[in-house]
């Protein structure tokens, strides 16, 4: 005997076909996603630096050029966590958001040097970019952490403005420069001496959430906190 929600998920199956989050293939409608791309999703470990985000090998911490304080990264940048992140864009579902806040909580809680967060911003989306897709993956990922957390979000915090070209097609030092002029300031009070995670889908270079950590900086935050889905590192 099925419930209400398992009866809802049966029919809707019927018209749209349930689909893995993680590889787009159609599965069962009982399930949430493939067992085999939950078994090779590229979880990160103890080898990346919670400081910087990088390798240990490759720690950038003593640079000092990161606005950020802290980093966690859920997952590499490839396998079922490139599926999960492209997927997520093309369509807005709670598993993979789930997922990524799962394990990044589990990080933050076992993190002694973590001081106590108290919101979380999204990378913003441009309006027009916004209006297309209906809704911002990185807000999508900023409400499963901050429930896991149980902290607010902060939609209005930051604003980004209209881009020729998308970050991810620009060198480094493009993504550097175009980040800074893209990103600025919304609601300040929300963010006024408060301790802040910044949360985006991916990290490349880093140049976007060091951008949107310094511009919260600037606007009276007492630290941020870089956490992302997957990084390229």
């Not at 929600?5 to 989050?21: E, I, M, S, T």
């Not at 996603?33 to 390798?55: A, V, W």
């Not at 997922?99 to 589990?106: D, I, S």
């Amino acid at each position: 005997m099925y419930n209400a929600k398992q009866l809802k998920a049966f029919v809707l199956d019927l018209f749209f076909p349930n689909r893995c989050p993680l590889c787009g293939n159609v599965i069962n409608w009982k399930l949430e996603y493939c067992g085999r791309c939950y078994d090779e999703l590229p979880y990160t470990g103890d080898e990346l630096c919670r400081g910087c985000g990088n390798d240990i090998s490759r720690c950038s911490c003593h640079e000092n050029e990161r606005s950020f304080s802290r980093c966690y990264a859920a997952f590499y940048y490839q396998g079922s966590a490139k599926g999960g992140v492209v997927y997520l864009k093309r369509t807005k579902n709670d598993v993979f958001p789930r997922l990524f806040a799962e394990k990044t909580a589990a990080d933050i809680n076992s993190d002694a040097l973590f001081p106590k967060a108290d919101c979380i911003v999204p990378v913003p989306m441009s309006k027009l970019k916004l209006r297309r897709r209906g809704y911002n993956q990185a807000e999508v990922l900023a409400d499963a952490l901050a429930e896991k957390l149980d902290i607010p979000v902060y939609r209005n915090a930051l604003i980004k403005g209209e881009s020729v070209v998308a970050q991810h097609k620009l060198s480094a030092n493009r993504r550097k420069s175009n980040a800074a002029r893209l990103y600025s300031a919304g609601n300040t009070s929300e963010i006024k001496d408060k301790t802040v995670i910044i949360v985006d889908d991916v990290m490349t270079t880093g140049s976007t959430i060091n951008s949107c950590a310094e511009i919260l900086l600037e606007m009276g935050a007492n630290s941020v906190i870089a956490a992302v889905a997957a990084t390229t590192v």
